[in-house]
């Protein structure tokens, strides 16, 4: 959508009909807008037109940035969009029972509050299975369907058109969610896929969209200093990584929409309607404009010019793209600025190109390209006339000097200069790196990620990610290092490994030779951890990470490579002389093993030992495993009824997590139980409860035949609780290998009565360590039989909430001609409402389709359906809803109606 001279401020408060009332609370403010659906039309509904897009995961992935996209909203006229990948449905619940499709239909509904705060109408969901929190992309990948996916974010992309995309972190750093990663990949993938005609070709050939060029995509957040605080943060601002290019927006301006509270405060009232996410009571934050702070934007890539990052006014993220930059080039004038590589060799010539293209004609145009100092260029950028919508490709030679520092980034500059229409700048990035490259062997998660930014172009996208290994306290493991040849001639040399005080290597250094240009090689070292008393887990300094060089040498040098090693706790598992007793005690004889210490906070507020603390000992027989963990802790958080046994992190419990071959890249091959010390059901005595979590096989007590759990909860006073269980061998997803068993205990603990943890702590500790087997800790257990592996096919959640199910988004495809989920739309003459009655007793609804379907209908009051049905139809029918008491005014009639993978939504009010 191009820039609109004229701002309307206005709410639309369609969307809202489906909501209930914003949360109130802290600084006064006005709830958005409602108003009623509009009513049907016998034309076409031209699809809305948007500005900016955020594309997520999860209902809430926007939160942060509603504060600036509601700015750019009231201010600047900007109508924003947000892609929700899932609805949700695999979060806990701090508000009710619902989960499955159910919670995520709650989840849009507060989605949809909450960005209506900052005048957002259009939430496009698009039905992929939230399943549980992972921090894998790839498996995010399996269970959502990679080209389904990217399917219909690019089809939505070419309908709304925007101009700009935000989206999340898409590298694999340690704690990132997989499903961000992966939505965030496919944003990036959508923002080129939408202008390429050869992807997904049928979009434009049976369904007449046509490509859409983005001007430019922004991960949200930004890493760097700020000089101050106040409006001057968007002015003040330096990138830790000095070659990125990262925007602010102060969240201090005033809202005149919402009594001149600040966009801060008004980003915490949205912020409050994900409520069933535990947000209900999040804190407001400073009214002090000097202590505001600013959104930060960091660019991936751009199409179209920038201006300084620096400019102020909380604006540059949009200049040249949706608003013209003062003295800046018309809007829909790009200059894509395309490094032929992006490894820089000292001295070698490589190739730059800048792709040209306009809306109009700009005549006088010459690009020309801003290099480092001691860098040179030749080319010739005189374009002449730039013809509209014809693309024109300028090459440039760029050749570094002879001395380049390996891993520094460089930021190439190329300007379009004009006659008469005014002057912009765009860039490309590029990477110095040494004729061979020698790098720590990466796990497979992050290997397939940076895969995954060659094959896009996006190598600067991997600067975040450490090259990390595991090794086990006082053990040895090999350390593959990965060579690649990034000359044009053959090469050898010598690798060596430079290790920190407490481990050591076999091998001094290691050769390679006949490593011809392009290709690739590697060495394998075998370390030891030679210093068992050094600290595991993020026990160690700089949060456990034991820093590793890689030196390579090559012909005319060497350079040096970072890494870095995890140390992992250990311990040994004895064999039981006899089955302990499931009762919660601990008798003489029945553990006999090392007291561990699972104290270690990971995550949350910290807290002293007599708030949370904890030990583990352990045992196994021939068939089971057995575990008695005593927990110290002050406040018993809130008990939750037996049929709410799930989702951890929301109260009081423990996670036993078992790797059973300590080879799991992540933990849908893995068991993983949820402990409960106690359930509000008095009944039966409030007995414990468990409840497997994010393995191989979610789900309650089915899920785990044979397993058994006992507690004992202190009271008079309240000082902690002692569980005890029994996990049989034959539920666990492999057979044990004896020798390197993964393992992990965590301690969830909650000081409220509110479903909301404070603090986490536990064994072998980092961020994100729950979703991360190969960072648990490794136990032995001696004198058990080691047997083959025999791995059981992971069993996930299959159940996601559709748009076509959903009142809310058929309502809103209703209005802004988008289809639910989605899926492409069906032509407009396929159903029709053709008459609606109404008795006290029933809603008859005559729909004439001209194709065969599947209609459901929904007798809809602004927050729950009163009344619905399914059919499938093959011609003109007569639909009958039942009622159960009057409908409330205002109440709407909607009809969704998918056949052959399209959809479309219809909408009446009812009189």
């Not at 594309?55 to 504060?67: F, T």
């Not at 949700?88 to 619940?93: S, V």
């Not at 000097?401 to 520094?408: C, D, I, K, M, R």
């Not at 032995?780 to 039989?785: R, S």
Request: charged share 20%; with cysteine; hydrophobic share 35%.
């Amino acid at each position: 959508m191009k820039w609109r001279t004229t701002a309307s401020i206005a709410l639309c408060g369609l969307l809202s009909l489906g909501l209930a009332s914003p949360v109130q609370a802290g600084p006064k403010g006005p709830s958005p807008e409602q108003t009623s659906p509009k009513k049907p039309s016998d034309k076409p509904i031209k699809p809305v037109d948007l500005d900016i897009m955020f594309i997520g995961a999860h209902p809430d992935d926007e939160a942060g940035q509603l504060g600036m996209l509601g700015y750019w909203n009231e201010y600047h006229g900007m109508q924003a969009g947000v892609i929700t990948t899932t609805r949700g449905e695999g979060g806990g619940n701090a508000t009710g029972l619902e989960e499955g499709p159910e919670l995520g239909i709650l989840r849009e509904a507060e989605e949809r509050r909450a960005v209506g705060w900052a005048g957002v109408e259009n939430v496009y969901n698009l039905d992929a299975l939230d399943f549980w929190y992972t921090a894998s992309a790839p498996l995010t990948e399996e269970v959502w369907g990679y080209q389904e996916t990217l399917s219909r974010i690019v089809r939505v992309l070419r309908t709304t058109k925007p101009e700009v995309i935000l989206t999340m972190n898409p590298s694999a750093t340690q704690g990132n969610h997989g499903n961000h990663q992966k939505a965030a990949m496919l944003a990036v993938e959508a923002f080129y896929a939408a202008a390429d005609p050869k992807a997904f070709p049928e979009q434009i050939k049976q369904e007449g969209l046509k490509p859409w060029r983005v001007s430019r995509i922004f991960q949200a957040g930004g890493s760097g200093t700020t000089g101050t605080n106040g409006p001057a943060c968007e002015t003040t601002f330096t990138p830790a990584e000095a070659s990125n290019v990262i925007f602010g927006t102060w969240q201090g301006y005033e809202s005149a929409r919402h009594d001149g509270n600040r966009w801060n405060t008004v980003q915490t009232w949205a912020r409050r309607e994900y409520a069933s996410q535990g947000w209900g009571n999040s804190s407001f934050p400073t009214t002090n404009p000097a202590s505001i702070g600013c959104n930060r934007l960091t660019l991936i890539d751009t199409r179209t010019p920038y201006p300084d990052p620096n400019v102020g006014a909380g604006l540059g993220a949009l200049q040249g793209a949706n608003l013209r930059a003062p003295g800046g080039l018309p809007l829909g004038t790009e200059v894509h600025v395309r490094p032929q590589n992006w490894e820089a060799l000292a001295g070698q010539p490589m190739r730059v190109d800048t792709v040209l293209y306009a809306e109009k004609a700009i005549p006088g145009a010459n690009v020309s390209l801003q290099v480092p100092a001691g860098w040179k260029v030749t080319g010739n950028g005189n374009v002449g006339t730039l013809t509209p919508r014809k693309e024109v490709v300028k090459s440039f030679t760029v050749t570094p000097p002879a001395q380049l520092e390996v891993g520094t980034r460089f930021r190439i500059n190329a300007t379009l200069t004009s006659k008469k229409d005014g002057s912009g700048t765009s860039s490309g990035l590029v990477q110095a790196t040494a004729p061979v490259r020698g790098t720590l062997e990466p796990l497979e998660e992050i290997a397939d990620f940076r895969e995954w930014t060659v094959r896009n172009k996006t190598q600067q996208l991997d600067a975040l990610i450490e090259s990390l290994l595991n090794i086990p306290s006082g053990g040895t493991r090999s350390v593959k290092v990965n060579l690649t040849n990034h000359s044009n001639r053959t090469q050898s040399g010598n690798v060596k490994l430079n290790l920190p005080a407490g481990f050591s290597v076999a091998e001094q250094q290691l050769p390679y030779s006949g490593l011809q240009a392009g290709a690739k090689g590697s060495v394998t070292f075998t370390v030891t951890n030679t210093d068992a008393s050094l600290p595991t887990a993020n026990r160690a300094p700089d949060n456990g990470a034991y820093q590793v060089r890689i030196e390579t040498s090559f012909d005319g040098g060497s350079a040096t490579e970072p890494g870095a090693f995890n140390l992992v706790p250990v311990t040994t598992i004895a064999r039981a002389s006899t089955a302990p007793s499931v009762d919660g005690t601990v008798s003489p004889g029945e553990y006999t093993g090392e007291v561990i210490d699972i104290s270690t906070r990971w995550e949350g507020t910290a807290a002293p030992a007599s708030d949370i603390s904890g030990t583990a000992q352990l045992t196994y027989t021939d068939d089971a495993l057995y575990a008695v963990f005593n927990i110290t802790d002050d406040v018993l958080g809130t008990v939750l009824p037996p049929e709410d046994c799930k989702r951890p992190r929301r109260n009081d419990n423990i996670e036993f997590g078992i790797d059973p071959r300590g080879n799991s890249a992540n933990t849908s091959t893995v068991f993983n139980v949820a402990l409960f010390p106690a359930t509000n059901d008095p009944a039966n005595g409030n007995p414990p409860c468990f409840a497997r979590e994010r393995d191989n096989h979610q789900g309650g007590p089915e899920t785990a035949p044979g397993l058994e759990v006992a507690s004992v909860v202190t009271n008079s006073p309240y000082t902690g609780y002692r569980i005890e269980v029994k996990v049989p061998f034959s539920v666990l997803p492999d057979t044990i290998d004896p020798n390197r068993m993964g393992m992990n205990i965590l301690v969830n603990d909650s000081d409220t009565q509110d479903l909301s943890g404070q603090t986490r702590v536990g064994w072998s500790t980092w961020s994100g360590v729950r979703a991360d087997p190969w960072r648990w800790g490794v136990a032995t257990l001696p004198g058990l039989t080691a047997r083959p592996s025999a791995p059981k096919a992971p069993i996930m959640p299959d159940t996601a909430a559709q748009s076509v199910d959903s009142p809310q988004t058929i309502l809103q495809s209703a209005s802004d001609g988008v289809a639910p989920g989605g899926y492409a739309a069906l032509p407009g003459n396929t159903v029709k409402i053709k008459k609606v009655t109404r008795t006290n007793s029933k809603v008859s609804v005559e729909l004439h389709v001209k194709h065969s379907g599947t209609a459901r209908v929904f007798v809809w009051d602004g927050q729950r359906v009163v009344a619905q049905t399914t059919a499938n139809l093959s011609k003109d029918r007569t639909l009958v809803l039942p009622l159960n008491g009057a409908i409330p005014a205002g109440s709407s009639l909607l009809v969704s109606y998918e056949r052959g993978g399209a959809t479309t939504g219809l909408a009446q009010q009812l009189r």
